[in-house]
C-alpha cells in the first residue's frame, strides 16, 4: 500500500513538473477558449472503455491495450480502474484504482479524481455520441486528453471525426498518438509505440 502511494506521488510530481517544463506552444487558434463539458447518463456511461489515443504523458506512457472501467457506487461516486500492459502485449497487465467523485451542478460531465488523499485532478467529458459508444475526456488547460471506445479498435474515419471535435475545441491533436489494443497495430504510422520519445 505505502509503495503504492509512494509510485504514484513520484507520478504526481512528475506531472506537475513537465506542466511546469512545457510542453510545445499550442498554435490552435482557439487554444484560450474554456472547454465546456457535456451532461452524461451516469449509468449509460459507466462500464468498459478502451483508450483508442491520448496526448502521451508520463503516467499511460509505453501502455498498450490500456482501458478504464467505471462502476457507479450507490454512494454516488464512481470506482475508476485502470488496466494496461506497459511496453509492450506480452508483459502483465496492471491495475490501478482512483475514487471519482462527480461535481455538483457539471451534469455529471466533471468528475474530481482521487489519485491518493489529498491529490485530485479535474476530468471532463467534452463530448459522448448519443449511443455512448465514444467519448472525448479532458483536461482544463488541454495538456491532457483521451478519445474512448466501447470496442478496442476504431476505423481511420470515426478517429479523424473525433480527432475534429477535438480540434474544434482549440486542442493541437497533432499531440495525439493512438494506443495500439491488438499486437498488429504496433509500428503503424500514428500509434504510439512502447520507448518512443515525444
Known sequence: MLRNALLVFTAIAGLLLSACSGAPANPNPLANTPLQVV???????????????????????????????????????????????KDGFDQPERHYQFLDSVVPGSGGGRWSV??????????????????????LLGYPDKSLGWV????????????????????????????????????????QPGFASPGEKD
Do not use: C, K
Open 39 to 85: 451532461p452524461v447518463d451516469l449509468s449509460r456511461y459507466m462500464g468498459r472503455w478502451y483508450v483508442i489515443a491520448n496526448i502521451p504523458y508520463f503516467a499511460e506512457r509505453d501502455f498498450v491495450g490500456s482501458r478504464a472501467e467505471w462502476y457507479l457506487r450507490d454512494d454516488g461516486r464512481i470506482d475508476d480502474h485502470f488496466y494496461g500492459r
Open 114 to 135: 482521487r489519485l491518493f488523499w489529498p491529490i485530485y485532478v479535474s476530468q471532463l467529458t467534452l463530448y459522448v455520441d448519443p449511443d455512448y459508444r465514444y467519448t
Open 148 to 187: 474512448f471506445s466501447r470496442e478496442p479498435v476504431m476505423d481511420d474515419a470515426t478517429y479523424r471525426g473525433l480527432l475534429a471535435r477535438f480540434e474544434a475545441m482549440g486542442y493541437d491533436t497533432s499531440r495525439f498518438r493512438r494506443v495500439p489494443q491488438v499486437s498488429e497495430q504496433l509500428g
